[in-house]
Every structure is written in structure tokens, then in C-alpha cells.
């Protein structure tokens, strides 16, 4: 590229140089050259200034503009969670693959195919029942997946699992049944799970994929609402799905179940309180004209505590009125009666439900259970007098050892005593020996 300023410059040296060696005549000759001289500088600058400017302009056409990279956002990473393309939806699979085997010395249940334990139904010690009854199922395995997306409300979370149980519980029915199934998001939660009324947290663990008596596992159909109070200390309020039954005697509850839960736990987490509550309602009907409602309600306390990190006491306390939904081992929830113009009485249910257990923990293998649990019905209201052959007390003795030969495998050997009585003073005893591995994934 020319140097316009430097041309510029050598022409005006030359004209001046011309117009001391030319020495004109004339002051007036003179005076002409060097006004042409400094047109000439003048019009050389602006096209210097042109050629500036022009260069500029080039110079911005020729630098593209590169929109900024925004870093991508990184999915908090917690273990065993595979994280999707869009960086935020995390998936988690888990589940057990579980093999159990029952022998029953005496008491087995009528329908000999029944891996849990049946106390509240087996035969009477008068109807001289067959002893010494194998099972072996693999239907308690278990399948589930979890689901967390961050959201601007707090995380989105969302958990199916099921089992091969089905409807019928029994040895090798090998039918999906949904346990879980629900969405929360914040302090909300939509979908079936364990109830408001009871808990798995304050009962020891055992052998048995029933649950031990004295407590409850029952899973519903809710949305649920928790409160936290303080650091130690929350509410939970729920509706559930009540009585749904639909056939001549029970004609399906009008309004849904309340239940409730308190928590409170100490500063150092050693120890669980929990304060349960329950109202619904029993509802019998054939046709608008003869139905017949009763309000069935339950009250609940729990705990534990953990003594050494090696030693826990657990216990529980339940008492209910007209209902047999949500704890374990419960006869029916009311009896009815037909008046003489087809219209029917409710005699509700009364119970108390009571559990104690103990857990010690040998070593990082193996680990042992004691526990006892009962269930005592008020025996001198109408429902007794309307069922005779109902039960009026249970209990079981249980002791278990657990055995972790590595990661994730327990061995577990169970045995349980138990025995029902009747409201006619009738007895029936159970004893079984239940076996089971189990791999958690």
C-alpha cells in the first residue's frame, strides 16, 4: 500500500526546493506556489484520513463475532446414578433378587403355598392340621427405579418399584404387584407409598417379607404434605385411599382417610419418636336408601433408640377402632347385621397393637433380632358378640440372625412362635423356621 503521508511530504520538499533554486522573479510568483503547496498538504490528509478510516472499517468486517460458550451444568453426582443427555434427569436403578423357604412345624396356613407369615389365620389346634409343611418362593424379589431432576422448586423426584408378589401373596404366583409408585417435589408428594399412620423405621428387621406384628406396612394411594419444624423435628398430613370395597356389605367410603405423623429425633440421632393418627370412614350400603356410615379411627405412638452403635430397642404402641387396613395380622375391620326393613349395623373393631424389639449388631457381618408382638381385641363389645370366630388375641415371639458374607448379600435364618385365640377361647399355634438370600442391587 502507498504511503500517501510520505509522498505527500516528498512533493512538497521538491516544490520547495524547485522554488529556492527557481529564485523567482516576483514576490506575487512566490506567494502562488505556496498556496498551491498547501492545497496539496491538505487535500493529501484527507486522503489519508479516508485511507484510515477505510482500513477500519475492513478490519471490523473481517473479525466475526464468537457468541460465548456457556459452561454446561453438571448434574450433581451421587453413587450408582447414571445421568441422561440433558445433563440434569438422573436414573437409578435398585432391587433385590431374593430366594426364600418356609418350613412350618405346625400351623401352616390352609393354603399351604403362603410364604408369610399367616398367624391370624392358622387352622385351630382342634382341627388337627397337617405339620411339617415346606415353601420355597422367589416372588419377594424386587425391582425399582428413582428418578431426580433439579427443578427452580427443590429436586423432582419420582420412584417406581415393584415386586412378584401379586394380589394373592402366595409361593410362586410370580405377578407384578406395584409397591411404590409416586412424585414428589419439594414438601409435596402424589402417588402410592407407605402410609402417614405407620413406619418402617421404628420396628426391627426381619426374616419374614410380612413385617413383624405389631407394626404396619400398608401402602396407599395419597398425597401427602410435610412441614418441617425445626432441624429434629416435622409433621406429615395425608389423604388416602379409604375403604374402596364395593360389594353388599360395604358399599365404598365416601371421603378419603386423614392420617398424620409428628417426628421428632435427638440432636445426635440416636433416637426416633413418632406420633401417628388416623380417621376414616366404614361405610355399608346396597342403595341410598339403607346405607349406613361409622367413623373408624386409630392413634399410634413409636420409637427407638440406639444405645451403643451396636445395640437398638425399638417399640410400638397402636390403638385403632374400626379398621383393619393398615396393621399387620388384623381381622376384619367391623361386623355387620340386617335389620328387618334391609337395612344394615356397623359393630366395629376395637384393638390394641403392641411390639418390643431388640437388635445387636455382632460384627460387620452378622447381626440378630429379638422381637415380640401382640394384638388384643376389647372382647366385650358388639363386634365380639357378632364374631365368634374371630380372633381375639395374636402374638409372636420371633429371634433371626443375619449373615453378610460380602457387599450387598445377606444370608438370614429366622424361627417364630405364635398363637391365635378366638373369641369362643378357642387356640391355634404356629412355628416356623423361614431361610432366606437375598442380593440387594
Known amino acids: 500500500m502507498v504511503k500517501v503521508k510520505t509522498l505527500a511530504l516528498a512533493l512538497s520538499a521538491v516544490f520547495m526546493g524547485t522554488a529556492?533554486?527557481?529564485?523567482?522573479?516576483?514576490?506575487?510568483?512566490?506567494?502562488?506556489?505556496?498556496?498551491?503547496?498547501?492545497?496539496?498538504?491538505?487535500?493529501?490528509?484527507?486522503?489519508?484520513?479516508?485511507?484510515?478510516?477505510?482500513?477500519?472499517?475492513?478490519?471490523?468486517?473481517?473479525?466475526?463475532?464468537?457468541?460465548?460458550?456457556?459452561?454446561?451444568?453438571?448434574?450433581?453426582?451421587?453413587?450408582?446414578?447414571?445421568?441422561?443427555?440433558?445433563?440434569?434427569?438422573?436414573?437409578?436403578?435398585?432391587?433385590?433378587?431374593?430366594?426364600?423357604?418356609t418350613y412350618d412345624f405346625e400351623g401352616g396356613t390352609s393354603d399351604t403355598t403362603?410364604?408369610?407369615?399367616?398367624?391370624?389365620?392358622?387352622?385351630?389346634?382342634?382341627?388337627?392340621?397337617?405339620?411339617?409343611?415346606?415353601?420355597?418362593?422367589?416372588?419377594?424379589?424386587?425391582?425399582?427405579?428413582?428418578?431426580?431432576?433439579?427443578?427452580?422448586?427443590?429436586?423432582?423426584?419420582?420412584?417406581?418399584?415393584?415386586?412378584?408378589?401379586?394380589?394373592?401373596?402366595?409361593?410362586g404366583n410370580g405377578s407384578f404387584r406395584v409397591r411404590h409408585a409416586y412424585v414428589s417435589l419439594d414438601r409435596w408428594l402424589v402417588g402410592q407409598t407407605t402410609s402417614v399412620f405407620v413406619n418402617n423405621e421404628t420396628s426391627p428387621e426381619v426374616v419374614d417379607a410380612r413385617g413383624v406384628m405389631g407394626s404396619g406396612t400398608q401402602r396407599n394411594v395419597q398425597v401427602r404434605y410435610t412441614q418441617p419444624l425445626t432441624a429434629n423435628q416435622k409433621l406429615l398430613v395425608a389423604v388416602e385411599s379409604g375403604d374402596v370395597e364395593n360389594n353388599k356389605t360395604a358399599g365404598g367410603s365416601r371421603l378419603p382417610a386423614l392420617t398424620a405423623r409428628y417426628d421428632i429425633s435427638?440432636?445426635?440421632?440416636?433416637?426416633?419418636?413418632?406420633?401417628?393418627?388416623?380417621?376414616?370412614?366404614?361405610?355399608?350400603?346396597?342403595?341410598?336408601?339403607?346405607?349406613?356410615?361409622?367413623?373408624?379411627?386409630?392413634?399410634?405412638?413409636?420409637?427407638?433408640?440406639s444405645f451403643t452403635p451396636a445395640d437398638t430397642l425399638f417399640a410400638n404402641y397402636y390403638y385403632v377402632k374400626g379398621d383393619n387396613k393398615y396393621m399387620l395380622y388384623t381381622d376384619p375391620a367391623y361386623a355387620t347385621s340386617v335389620n328387618s326393613d334391609g337395612s344394615y349395623n356397623i359393630y366395629e373393631s376395637e384393638y390394641s397393637a403392641a411390639l418390643l424389639g431388640y437388635a445387636h449388631k455382632w460384627n460387620n457381618q452378622w447381626r440378630s433380632n429379638l422381637a415380640a408382638g401382640g394384638l388384643w381385641y376389647k372382647d366385650d363389645n358388639s363386634y365380639a358378640k357378632a364374631s365368634t370366630t374371630a380372633n381375639k388375641s395374636l402374638y409372636n415371639v420371633i429371634l433371626n440372625t443375619f449373615y453378610t458374607p460380602v457387599k450387598n448379600v445377606d444370608v438370614g435364618a429366622e424361627y417364630t412362635y405364635g398363637q391365635r385365640k378366638t373369641f369362643t377361647e378357642q387356640k391355634g399355634d404356629y412355628s416356623r423356621l423361614n431361610l432366606m438370600a437375598r442380593y440387594n442391587f
Open 20 to 101: 529556492v533554486h527557481a529564485a523567482p522573479s516576483t514576490n506575487k510568483e512566490v506567494t502562488d506556489l505556496q498556496s498551491e503547496v498547501a492545497q496539496l498538504k491538505q487535500l493529501v490528509q484527507q486522503l489519508s484520513n479516508q485511507q484510515q478510516q477505510q482500513a477500519v472499517q475492513l478490519q471490523q468486517r473481517a473479525v466475526v463475532p464468537v457468541a460465548p460458550v456457556a459452561a454446561p451444568t453438571v448434574a450433581s453426582s451421587k453413587p450408582g446414578w447414571i445421568t441422561l443427555a440433558d445433563g440434569q434427569t438422573q436414573l437409578k436403578v435398585y432391587g433385590s433378587v431374593r430366594a426364600d423357604a
Open 114 to 171: 403362603d410364604i408369610y407369615n399367616r398367624t391370624e389365620k392358622v387352622p385351630l389346634n382342634s382341627a388337627n392340621a397337617t405339620k411339617n409343611n415346606l415353601n420355597v418362593s422367589a416372588a419377594a424379589s424386587r425391582i425399582g427405579l428413582d428418578v431426580m431432576r433439579p427443578t427452580q422448586y427443590g429436586d423432582l423426584n419420582a420412584k417406581l418399584e415393584a415386586d412378584f408378589l401379586g394380589s394373592g401373596y402366595t409361593n
Open 266 to 305: 435427638t440432636a445426635d440421632k440416636k433416637g426416633t419418636l413418632q406420633v401417628h393418627g388416623l380417621v376414616h370412614e366404614n361405610r355399608v350400603s346396597t342403595n341410598d336408601s339403607n346405607d349406613e356410615e361409622k367413623m373408624g379411627w386409630g392413634a399410634g405412638i413409636g420409637g427407638k433408640y
